[in-house]
């Protein structure tokens, strides 16, 4: 099974921008749908962006034109480029990711993002 780690959440002042990082390994990358959720405090977790197998990627509205979700097969990492970024992003952000061969879904730990000024 896959093991993911999400790194590059930080404090960033309002109108800025962060590059986060999810590394994978214990599996092929390739067999994977990946995603972003983050979750607020007091808030469900939601989805944030998706990409699959071919690079067709997903948003939600609230960070269509704002965020970019890409993957890099060859080094097994998912990238969450995050600009204009507003105080309502503040969340944890999590990597996940879906096994193409029966849909179980594996999580990262985590990582802090905070927008303040």
């Known amino acids: 099974q896959v093991q993911l780690v999400e790194s590059g959440g930080d404090l960033v002042q309002p109108g800025g921008s962060l590059r986060l990082s999810c590394a994978a390994s214990g599996s092929s990358f390739r067999f994977y749908a990946m995603a972003w959720y983050r979750q607020a405090p007091g808030e469900q977790r939601e989805l944030v962006a998706n990409?699959?197998?071919?690079?067709?990627?997903t948003y939600a509205d609230s960070v269509k034109g704002r965020f970019t979700i890409s993957r890099d097969n060859s080094t097994n990492t998912l990238y969450l480029q995050m600009n204009n970024l507003k105080p309502e992003d503040t969340a944890v952000y999590y990597c996940?990711?879906?096994?193409?061969?029966?849909?179980?879904?594996?999580w990262g730990q985590g990582t802090q993002v905070t927008v303040s000024s």
């Open positions: 996940s990711a879906d096994r193409y061969s029966d849909f179980r879904r594996f």
């Open positions: 990409i699959i197998h071919d690079d067709t990627a």
